[in-house]
């Protein structure tokens, strides 16, 4: 039996430099798709795949998260006061139970890998999920579900992934495929960022990963790799070495909320998915869309 997962970690110290001037003095991560803030979508995620520990690696200007899943007691007040109760037990929901939180800094811009050997210490000697939350998700069950499927059987390191168009896999780290099905193949090597002529399939690291606590020894003996950083990719295929990698073709549909266009397209999806305004908010991209040619010619 494969080792239980109850952590996760959440490397939330970058920039944000492709979002100014809204990250100048807001977290990246704080951005909202609809109604809830980007990282919200994966600590939902976290949640529903049986994750009872949250660890957040934060950076300067980050404060936000910490009391984004914090209890605001003056504002659950008022919203008892008014009847507002469906509002609250909603708060009240997506919050982590007292003592399910961790926050600690990474203090230098060195790189995810960097980002995520900070975890070390909170996460001491036992597998723990990754979940980068640029990445997000629709999907049923969560992508992090779908993959502690697979490590209950497989063990070892489990890596989601998904195709996307060959000219598009240098902006992410890309796998080598092995033997096996699409929900359990065996990883035979990574890399990170290649040009597309260098790159071994067309299989991208979705951001969501399972790892084994033999990674952080091995981050510490990277050196920086692409784009200058310390790579979680470049531990990873050290550890391949020594054990087990899988990965899983998930199924459902990744917003790299990242990038504007993944963002945008993630608020118009999300939004269309919603009870409360899916009809309304249909009725109006059909307007626009049929504007749109209109107020070009013009
Ligand atoms: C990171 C990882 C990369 C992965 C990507 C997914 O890159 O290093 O392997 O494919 O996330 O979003 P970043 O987006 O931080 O450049």
Request: net charge negative; proline share 5%.
């Amino acid at each position: 039996m494969a080792n239980t997962v109850r952590t996760a970690v959440f490397p939330v110290a970058g920039l944000g430099t492709r979002f100014l001037p809204a990250t100048k003095a807001m977290p990246k991560e704080m951005l909202t798709v609809v109604d809830r803030p980007v990282i919200q979508y994966a600590v939902d995620e976290a949640r529903e795949a049986g994750i009872e520990h949250f660890v957040f690696v934060t950076g300067r200007n980050k404060g936000v998260i910490e009391d984004h899943f914090d209890r605001q007691f003056e504002l659950e007040a008022t919203l008892e006061a008014r009847g507002k109760l469906d509002a609250l037990e909603e708060l009240r929901r997506d919050l982590p139970k007292a003592g399910q939180t961790s926050f600690t800094r990474q203090q230098e811009p060195l790189g995810l890998g960097h980002a995520v050997w900070c975890a070390r210490d909170i996460v001491g000697n036992e597998p723990f999920a990754l979940l980068l939350p640029d990445m997000i998700f629709k999907s049923e069950p969560g992508v992090l579900k779908q993959m502690m499927d697979a490590y209950e059987q497989t063990g070892g390191n489990v890596i989601a992934v998904e195709e996307v168009p060959h000219e598009d896999v240098s902006s992410y780290g890309v796998v080598a495929r092995g033997e096996g099905p699409d929900e359990r193949f065996s990883i035979t090597g990574m890399v990170e960022k290649p040009k597309p002529e260098d790159a071994p399939s067309n299989l991208i690291i979705s951001g969501r990963y399972i790892l084994q606590p033999e990674i952080f020894g091995l981050i510490t003996e990277q050196a920086a790799g692409a784009g200058g950083e310390i790579q979680i990719t470049d531990a990873m295929q050290a550890l391949m070495d020594m054990q087990k990698f899988t990965g899983v073709k998930y199924e459902g549909r990744s917003f790299d909320c990242g990038s504007k266009i993944g963002f945008l397209s993630a608020n118009v999806v999300f939004a269309l998915d919603r009870e409360d305004i899916a009809d309304a908010f249909m009725q109006e991209l059909k307007t626009l869309t049929g504007e749109i040619p209109i107020s070009i010619a013009g």
